[in-house]
């Protein structure tokens, strides 16, 4: 039997009430079902985010080392088994075997010991994962993946009603000028395969390869889109800009494009908030504020 560790029903019941409820209750006989199905026995001690059980395994048939990643199937993680067939191992980690009904994921097994997090200099950790970016966002997006258009056309809907609620008059006027900035580029959505969430604790190390991608949410769109995960770990003020020009440099993206694509996924946080009590982020306005103080912004059409 697999005991659900505490972290991950606790974080499933808070996002995804009575549906994350179930599924963390259905979580022992899933597992045990796949194990069986997949020819594999546990060999290691389970791990967890805030969205899936990862339990390392080893093939009975071959004694490859894999892990089994089961998690709630929602349109964040429908993506991943195709994003991670179109990288087919390049810069991210390999896909082995995938069961659609369920979601459930045979993957490569890397080193959890060698995080990004644990490099000690930030500035290397957000040049690692401009580089990744680099590499991944190179990939077109395969058919089926959710759309940032469709995402960013969503978001300016909510916009309006969202901004009544805010009562700082400083961050309503933040969010309205990330919106004002998301209608400069919501036309041209872009149709790279992004990741989505890049942050440094979904980069590990194996031997085939220094750094490699995990955990991908994919999405077709821009990469600027891509960049605010790298500016709010190990949230520096006044590094916003330096890390930003980094990336942008590394990816060889418009600034003034990645801006306002950046800018709208801070509205999207900011969304998320607010549309469930909370203030938006003061990490993400502050970011905000760095990145749109500066001459070289769009200017706003007529």
């Given at each position: ?69 089961l998690q709630l199937l929602d349109e964040e993680s429908a993506g991943e088994p195709a994003a991670l067939r179109a990288w087919a191992g390049e810069r991210a ?59 960013a056309a969503r978001m300016l809907e909510r916009t309006p009603q969202a901004l009544t609620r805010v009562e700082d008059a400083t961050a309503r006027r933040v ?48 990469p600027g889109f891509d960049l605010w995960p790298a500016l709010a770990n190990r949230f520096d003020a006044a590094d916003v800009r330096r890390r930003f020009d ?57």
């Open positions: 039997m697999i005991d659900v560790p505490h972290g991950l029903a606790a974080a499933q019941a808070k996002a995804n009430g009575d549906a994350g409820q179930a599924f963390v209750a259905a979580l022992p006989t899933l597992a045990a079902q796949f194990l069986q199905r997949w020819d594999l026995r546990l060999d290691g001690t389970p791990m967890h985010g805030r969205c899936a059980l990862v339990l390392p395994v080893t093939s009975t048939a071959d004694g490859t080392h894999a892990v089994l990643k980690v390999r896909l082995l075997r995938h069961d659609e009904p369920t979601g459930a994921l045979l993957l490569e097994r890397l080193d959890p010991t060698r995080m990004l997090t644990h490099v000690p200099d930030p500035h290397e950790a957000v040049l690692v994962i401009a580089r990744l970016l680099a590499d991944l966002t190179a990939t077109p997006a395969p058919a089926g993946i959710r759309r940032l258009g469709d995402i969010l309205a000028d990330c919106a004002a900035a998301l209608r400069e580029v919501a036309g041209e959505p872009g149709d790279r395969l992004l990741h989505w969430d890049l942050h440094f604790g979904n980069v590990l190390a194996a031997d085939r390869a220094p750094w490699i991608a995990i955990d991908p949410k994919p999405l077709a769109g821009d980094a990336m942008t440099d590394v990816l060889s993206l418009d600034r003034p494009r990645a801006r306002a694509w950046t800018l709208a996924r801070l509205l999207q946080n900011a969304l998320w908030n607010i549309e469930n009590g909370a203030r938006p982020a003061s990490q993400d306005l502050e970011i905000a504020h760095r990145l749109s103080d500066d001459r070289t912004w769009p200017r706003r059409r007529p």
